[in-house]
């Protein structure tokens, strides 16, 4: 465990970072970061001292590219698991929105950025970025949960402004941002939060490096039982249009299938499909 400050981000000391010795996981925690990053590039905003900021490194053995999502669905599962025992007994479900975000209700409480790094077919070494909000008072910014570039005066539609560059699918939606300290009314000590996270995924961790198929398959089965909006239909958004689709399954290789109304499978990559609010 590496104690710090502050850095421009925890998940770029790690990439930089090379153990004398060989080690399990390497845990990079910060008080503050001058360049926390989220998915797609989108910064991470987190008052000095108030949340959890940290990356974790580990080199799992002879782990297929194929079968890296699963350490994707590990955290996640991880940190939900963490914050649910902090809310027991609230009625808001925490959940994962795919890939890996965590919810409280339809609200953000945490986010992860991974990096990963092959060796052939297998994986060589995964960072995995983490922020968490703990105990942030107020955030700075806001949003409706509509993807952005989408009717913001012009006349287009969500459809339209995502059909004219696929690359503007990095615009999922943004979502309100909560903490636990708004969410209970006081203040937590960050360290045991943490400390519930990391002992979460070094048990799934543990798991995923046995290679036992029945270990991933049920960390897998978790994760899909813990998704956000796993049951019922849900408008979304891709370069084609607006759609209402059901989350049907997501592949090992972490690909989201949605069945859409017409009971067509829709298959997706990160970036390539879009959340929208639902009314």
Same mark, same amino acid.
């Given at each position: 465990?590496?104690?710090?400050?502050?850095?421009?981000?925890?998940?770029?000391?790690?990439?930089?970072?090379?153990?004398?010795?060989? %080690?399990?996981? #390497?845990?990079?925690?910060?008080?503050?970061?001058?360049?926390?990053?989220?998915?797609?590039? $989108?910064?991470?905003?987190?008052?000095?001292?108030?949340?959890?900021?940290?990356?974790?490194? +580990?080199? *799992?053995?002879?782990?297929?590219? #194929?079968? +890296?999502? +699963?350490?994707?669905?590990?955290?996640?599962?991880?940190?939900?698991?963490?914050?649910?025992?902090?809310?027991?007994?609230? *009625?808001?479900?925490?959940?994962?929105?795919?890939?890996?975000?965590?919810? +409280?209700?339809?609200?953000?409480? =945490?986010?992860?950025?991974?990096? $990963?790094?092959?060796?052939?077919?297998?994986?060589?070494?995964?960072?995995?970025?983490?922020?968490?909000?703990?105990?942030?008072? &107020?955030?700075?910014?806001?949003?409706?949960?509509?993807?952005?570039?989408?009717?913001?005066? #012009?006349?287009?539609? *969500?459809?339209? &402004?995502? &059909?004219?560059? %696929?690359? $503007?699918?990095?615009?999922?939606?943004?979502?309100?941002? %909560?903490?636990?300290?708004?969410?209970?009314?006081?203040?937590?000590?960050?360290?045991?939060?943490?400390?519930?996270?990391?002992? @979460?995924?070094?048990?799934?961790?543990?798991?995923?490096?046995?290679?036992?198929?029945?270990?991933? @398959?049920?960390?897998?089965?978790?994760?899909?039982? =813990?998704?956000?909006?796993?049951?019922?239909?849900?408008?979304?958004?891709?370069?084609?249009?607006?759609?209402?689709?059901?989350? @049907?399954?997501?592949?090992? #290789?972490?690909?989201?299938?949605?069945?859409?109304?017409?009971?067509?499978?829709?298959?997706?990559?990160?970036?390539?499909?879009?959340?929208?609010? =639902?009314?």
């Amino acid at each position: 465990m590496i104690e710090l400050d502050e850095i421009s981000s925890t998940n770029s000391y790690l990439s930089d970072y090379h153990p004398l010795t060989a %080690v399990d996981i #390497t845990l990079v925690t910060a008080e503050h970061q001058t360049a926390g990053r989220g998915q797609q590039g $989108n910064s991470w905003e987190s008052e000095r001292g108030q949340n959890l900021l940290f990356s974790l490194q +580990v080199q *799992p053995s002879r782990l297929p590219s #194929t079968d +890296v999502f +699963v350490l994707s669905e590990a955290i996640a599962l991880s940190i939900r698991e963490a914050i649910a025992a902090q809310l027991h007994g609230d *009625p808001l479900p925490v959940c994962v929105k795919w890939p890996n975000d965590i919810y +409280v209700g339809d609200r953000k409480i =945490a986010g992860i950025l991974i990096e $990963n790094e092959f060796r052939g077919t297998h994986l060589g070494r995964c960072i995995i970025g983490c922020g968490v909000n703990i105990n942030q008072s &107020a955030f700075a910014f806001a949003s409706d949960g509509n993807p952005r570039n989408a009717d913001a005066g #012009t006349g287009q539609t *969500p459809a339209d &402004a995502l &059909a004219q560059d %696929v690359s $503007n699918l990095v615009a999922h939606p943004t979502p309100l941002p %909560v903490s636990l300290f708004q969410l209970k009314g006081t203040a937590t000590e960050r360290r045991f939060v943490l400390e519930a996270i990391i002992d @979460a995924f070094a048990r799934r961790y543990e798991a995923i490096q046995s290679g036992v198929p029945a270990a991933l @398959a049920a960390i897998h089965a978790d994760y899909l039982a =813990a998704l956000y909006r796993r049951e019922g239909s849900y408008p979304f958004v891709d370069a084609q249009g607006l759609f209402q689709a059901e989350i @049907a399954d997501v592949e090992p #290789t972490g690909h989201l299938i949605l069945r859409d109304t017409e009971g067509r499978l829709r298959r997706y990559a990160f970036k390539e499909v879009a959340y929208v609010k =639902a009314n």
